[in-house]
C-alpha cells in the first residue's frame, strides 16, 4: 500500500483548501475536526443540500441521451442538482446532472483544431484553450439545464489525473463558483468517472464490477469493489491503446479533425484486417497488463515499407495508396482490440476468484466509443457469462456528465470539501495530482515489465479512501 504519510490532507479534504496550513499536531486537530463537519449528517451544507432548490418544471430541459432514473435500490431523495467540470486533457467540458440519474445539460468544447495542427496535445496551448472557453462552457451548462449557479447543491471537477496546466483552468473556475455561491466542492478522478457514469446508465450495476478504462492516457483494467475502492488488475507498461490509435492515424496521413481514435475506425472499415502480419503485444507475459508502444513502432515501419507519404492527406493520397492505408489501419485495430480481448478474458478470471458475484465488466473512456471495440469485448463478456456495460459514446470521451455523477455518488458519502474562502491568494497552492493511480496494484498483476515512468506521485484514490474510513471510524 503506498505511504499515507505526507498526504494527510488529501485523506480528508480532496481539494488542498488549507494548504497554507503545515502538518503539526496542530493542523492535524483541524483536518479531524473539519473531518467531522464534512458529514453531510452533521454539516450546514447538508441542510441547505437537501431541500429542494429547484422547480421540477426545469426537468422539461434535460438533454439526456442516458437519462433513465436509477432502480428502486440505488434511488436516492436527495435532490441534489451538481455541476461537473472537466478540464484535464484537451476537451473543456461542463454538465449539471441531478442525483436521479437525469441529464440536464452536456456541454463539451474541444480543442479539436489544436490537434489537427499540432498532432498532439500541448499543454501551455491546451490550457490556454481552455482559459479561453471555460466561463462560457460553464455558462452554456447552467443555461441549457435553466439553471444558475445558485440552484447547484454543489461543485465536482476533475483534481487528477491530467495535465496540471489544463486541470488548474477547471480547478479554478470550479472554486469561484463554490466560494460565489457557498457550494460545497467534490474533487474528482477522472478515471473513476469514467467507471462510475456506467452506473448513471445501467440501474442494474452494483458493486462490485470490473471496469476496462481505455483512453488517450490509461489503460485500465480494475476490480471496482465500491466507490473509492478499486483493485488494479492491469495496466499499460508504456502507451495507452487511444495514443496508439491517434499516431497510427497521424502517420496515415488521416484527417485528426475528430480525433485519431474514430478516423482510424472508419478507414479500417474498408480494409483487410489480415493483410499485415502485426504481432500481438505481450503474448508471453501472462498477466494482465498492456504494451501498445511495440504495435506503434509496428504500424510505422509497415508505412515506411509500403513507400507511403503520411504528408499526402489520405483524400488526395492515390486509390491504391488509400487502399494500402486501409489494410493497415484495420490490420492495426484487429491486433490492437485483440490485445484488449487477450487481457480481458485473463481478468475476467483473476477477477471471479477474487469476487464471484461479478456480474459485469464496463467499458469505458474515450475508445470504448468504437464499434469494433465494443463488439468483439461483447464477445468476450459472453463467453464468460458476464454482461457489458457501455456507455453511449458522449459518455464514453471526456465529459462533464461523469465528473458531476461521480461528485453525487461522493458527495452521499460526505466526501466532499467546504466551500473555498471566498478572497484566495493568486499563488494559492491547490491540490492537482497530475498523476494520481485509482487503486492498488493486485499482488499478481504486477509486472515486471514496469518502467520507471509508472513511478507514483500521488497515493492511490483507493488507499486515501481507506485511511479516512479508518480514520473516521
Ligand atoms: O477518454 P478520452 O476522451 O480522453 C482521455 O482521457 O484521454 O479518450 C480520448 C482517446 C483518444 O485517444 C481518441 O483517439 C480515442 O479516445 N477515441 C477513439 C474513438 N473515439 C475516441 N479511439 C478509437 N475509436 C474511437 N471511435
Ligand atoms: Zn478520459
Known amino acids: 500500500m503506498a505511504s499515507l504519510g505526507p498526504t494527510l490532507s488529501s485523506t480528508i479534504s480532496r481539494l488542498n483548501l488549507l494548504a497554507e496550513l503545515s502538518h503539526n499536531h496542530n493542523t492535524i486537530r483541524i483536518f479531524r475536526a473539519l ?57 473543456t467540458a461542463a454538465a449539471v ?34 482559459s479561453q472557453v471555460i466561463d462560457q462552457v460553464v455558462q ?12 447547484l447543491s454543489a461543485v ?13 483552468v477547471g480547478v479554478q473556475k470550479a472554486r469561484r463558483i463554490a466560494a460565489t455561491y457557498q457550494l460545497p466542492i467534490v474533487g474528482v478522478h477522472h478515471m473513476e468517472a ?3 457514469v456506467a452506473r448513471l446508465c445501467d440501474r442494474d450495476l452494483q458493486f462490485p464490477f470490473m471496469a476496462l478504462l481505455i483512453s488517450g492516457g490509461h489503460n485500465l483494467l480494475v476490480l471496482a469493489r465500491d466507490l473509492g475502492h478499486y483493485l488494479q488488475l492491469g495496466t499499460t507498461i508504456d502507451d495507452a491503446i487511444g495514443e496508439a490509435y491517434d499516431k497510427s492515424a497521424k502517420w496515415l496521413g488521416l484527417d485528426l479533425r475528430r480525433s485519431g481514435g474514430p478516423a482510424i475506425e472508419e478507414l479500417a472499415r474498408q480494409g483487410d484486417a489480415q ?6 503485444p505481450m503474448k508471453q507475459h501472462k498477466d494482465c497488463n498492456f504494451s ?27 486509390i491504391e495508396d488509400q487502399r494500402l492505408r486501409a489494410d493497415i489501419a484495420a490490420s492495426f485495430q484487429r491486433v490492437a482490440v485483440l490485445h484488449l480481448e487477450e487481457r480481458c478474458e485473463r481478468a475476467i478470471q483473476w477477477a471471479l476468484e477474487i469476487e464471484p458475484s461479478i456480474k459485469h ?9 468504437n464499434q469494433y471495440v465494443r463488439a468483439r469485448l461483447h464477445e468476450v463478456v459472453a463467453r464468460n457469462s458476464l454482461q457489458l456495460v457501455c456507455p453511449p459514446p458522449s459518455l464514453c470521451t471526456d465529459n462533464g456528465v461523469m465528473i458531476a455523477w461521480t461528485g453525487i455518488e461522493n458527495f452521499r458519502l460526505g466526501r466532499f470539501d467546504p466551500p473555498p474562502p471566498a478572497i484566495e491568494p493568486e499563488d494559492c497552492q491547490l491540490d492537482l495530482r497530475p498523476r494520481w493511480p485509482l487503486g492498488e496494484e493486485y499482488g499478481r498483476g504486477r509486472s515486471v515489465a514496469r518502467s520507471m515512468r509508472t513511478a507514483r506521485i500521488h497515493p492511490s484514490l483507493t488507499s486515501l479512501t481507506q485511511a479516512s474510513e479508518y480514520q473516521s471510524s
Do not use: W
Request: hydrophobic share 35%.
Open 97 to 130: 446532472v441531478r442525483s436521479n440519474g437525469e441529464i440536464l445539460s452536456q456541454v463539451v468544447s474541444s480543442q479539436a483544431d489544436l490537434l489537427a495542427r499540432y498532432g498532439g496535445v500541448a499543454p501551455k496551448m491546451a490550457e490556454e484553450a481552455h
Open 35 to 91: 473531518s467531522c463537519s464534512l458529514k453531510p449528517q452533521k454539516s450546514s451544507y447538508h441542510r441547505r443540500l437537501f431541500k429542494s432548490s429547484f422547480s421540477s418544471a426545469n426537468s422539461s430541459s434535460s438533454t439526456s441521451n442516458c437519462s433513465k432514473t436509477l432502480g428502486s435500490d440505488l434511488v436516492f431523495n436527495d435532490n441534489l442538482v451538481v455541476l461537473g467540470i472537466e478540464t484535464s486533457c484537451d476537451d
Open 140 to 151: 452554456d451548462a447552467l443555461d441549457k439545464a435553466n439553471l444558475t449557479e445558485a440552484d
Open 194 to 196: 469514467h467507471a462510475l
Open 361 to 369: 465488466l464496463v467499458v469505458s473512456g474515450g475508445v470504448a466509443s
Open 275 to 280: 493483410s499485415v502480419k502485426f504481432s500481438v
Open 156 to 168: 465536482a471537477v476533475t483534481i487528477g489525473p491530467g495535465l496540471s496546466l489544463c486541470l488548474r
Open 292 to 318: 501498445y508502444a511495440g504495435l506503434k513502432t509496428q504500424v510505422k515501419l509497415a508505412i515506411e515499407s509500403k513507400n507511403i507519404d503520411a504528408g499526402i492527406p489520405f483524400s488526395s493520397a492515390s
